[in-house]
Nanobody
Framework: QVQLVESGGGLVQPGGSLRVSCAAS????????MGWFRQAPGKEREFVAR????????AYLDSVKGRFTISRDNAKNTVYLQMNSLKPEDTAVYYC???????????????WGQGTQVTVSS
């Protein structure tokens, strides 16, 4: 059983940057594809980014390409999402998740964190 705990959310102005982190415990972190998802009020949860088990491959939602970067540190059992040039439409609860499969569908992810709120507003 893998436990995931996100941190680093908060309030940031449009155009600003924020890094959210997700610490994993209870499993072998390097065995999992890690993903970030987000859910805005009144909207469905959507895929944001994913990274392969040793970090050699990444994939992003089109609207965040060039602005967001996912990375992982397997020695620290942590995955990160660096978010730059933030926009109000990036406002959402951000969740990290772990999967044994490479894909963007939420159903592929077996373990989820509790989420961290990111608000982009002036």
């Amino acid at each position: 059983q893998v436990q995931l705990v996100e941190s680093g959310g908060g309030l940031v102005q449009p155009g600003g940057s924020l890094r959210v982190s997700c610490a994993a415990s209870g499993g072998t972190f390097s065995m999992y594809v890690m993903g970030w998802f987000r859910q805005a009020p009144g909207k469905e949860r959507e895929f944001v980014a994913r990274i392969s088990k040793i970090g050699g491959a990444r994939a992003y939602l089109d609207s965040v390409k060039g602005r967001f970067t996912i990375s992982r540190d397997n020695a620290k059992n942590t995955v990160y999402l660096q978010m730059n040039s933030l926009k109000p439409e990036d406002t959402a609860v951000y969740y990290c998740a772990a999967s044994n499969e490479w894909g963007s569908e939420a159903r592929l992810y077996d373990y989820w964190g509790q989420g961290t709120q990111v608000t982009v507003s002036s």
